[in-house]
């Protein structure tokens, strides 16, 4: 039941948002233990850059899972400041925006980005 209403509000978001080179799409995917960011152009259909909390500059971090998704979320803003982006838009991925979810958002911003 759950994961009917997911796939629906995630369906409902890509409806609406898509990245460009100039302002790609910062794509979030999260399980139990740990998240994804990743940076992706939607017109050519590829990943520009990704980061996660299973990379070992993320090993180190310490604190629950909503520190590290605020760590994943600065760490994307790293490699999209190194590739020279600024604007992106935020594709929560049919998740609500709480959280881990947050949590990123909030880094990449700390980070720099801007959406």
Known sequence: MEKNRLLRRRHAVRKRISGT?????????????????????????????SASSLVKAMAQTKGNK????????????????ALGLER??????????????KAVAEGAREGGLKF
């Open 21 to 49: 080179p100039e302002k790609p799409r910062l794509a979030i995917r999260r399980s139990d233990k740990h998240i994804y960011a990743l940076l992706v152009d939607d017109s050519k259909s590829r990943i520009l850059t």
């Open 66 to 81: 909503t520190l590290r998704a605020k760590e994943v979320g600065k760490l994307v803003a790293e490699k999209a400041k």
């Open 88 to 101: 992106i838009v935020f594709d929560r991925g049919g998740y609500r925006y709480h959280g881990r979810v």
